[in-house]
């Protein structure tokens, strides 16, 4: 999978609750990016990252936060989860913003 | 607002045959199209990608084809095998990250 690790790879979680996802590189690629995956609606962009540092928002990033503190860690928080962010969520690497983006094999979180 | 409308939704096809997924974009600005193929519990991995300066690409069973007057690209599938069976979904370049369609689930039957 490209030197992509997310973890943990599951988890349930209290509505209200603090979550942090982490996606780690080994491929020291430049951009990173966090989608999520329902049923009927494909992977929506959460958040991505250009650069240590650099971030930006996505398609579906409210109630989302992401720090890239380092070139290999991108993470993604959920400040206080609710229902509507159980979801399987996954992380992409991209060497350049013209390339190819490969995934790790994602997170399923729920939130009760 | 979808940005990459992927149509059908679900497909059966028998072995052997030819599975097709159309995919139609609205920006122009997009440069970039390439397809993925997930199976369950799985990440989505890269099967073939096209840009708009060729209207196909072909590797092995798997053919991109592209139109760019129309705003349309799709996926076909030729000999499909039971090992095809998985969801595909198709995907736009837009600046700096990929937009996705929603996805096809392809069931090959033997």
């Known amino acids: 999978d490209a030197g992509i690790t997310q973890s943990p790879r599951h988890k349930v979680t209290e509505t209200g609750t603090p979550v942090t996802l982490r996606c780690h590189q080994t491929e020291n690629h430049r951009y990173m990016y966090w989608y999520r995956q329902d049923p009927g609606h494909g992977l929506r962009l959460i958040h991505y990252s250009y650069g240590v540092k650099d971030t930006d928002k996505g398609e579906v990033s409210d109630g989302y936060s992401v720090s890239r503190s380092k070139t290999e860690d991108f993470l993604l928080t959920l400040e206080s989860a609710t229902s509507s962010q159980t979801s399987v969520y996954f992380c992409?690497?991209?060497?350049?913003?013209?390339?190819?983006?490969?995934f790790g094999q994602g997170t399923r979180l729920t939130v009760v | 607002q979808q940005q990459v409308k992927q149509s059908p939704q679900s497909l059966i096809v028998q072995k052997g045959g030819i599975s097709i997924i159309n995919c139609a974009y609205e920006n122009t600005a997009f440069d970039y199209f390439p397809w993925y193929q997930q199976f369950p519990g799985k990440g989505p991995a890269l099967l073939i990608a096209?840009?708009?300066?060729?209207s196909e690409k072909k590797e092995g069973r798997f053919t991109i084809s592209f139109n760019k007057s129309a705003k349309q690209f799709s996926l076909h599938i030729m000999d499909s095998q039971p090992g095809d069976s998985a969801t595909y979904f198709c995907a736009a370049l837009g600046g700096t990250a990929l937009i996705f369609g929603k996805g096809t689930t392809l069931s090959v039957s033997s």
């Open positions: 096209i840009r708009p300066d060729v």
């Open positions: 992409a690497i991209s060497e350049s913003a013209v390339t190819e983006a490969f």
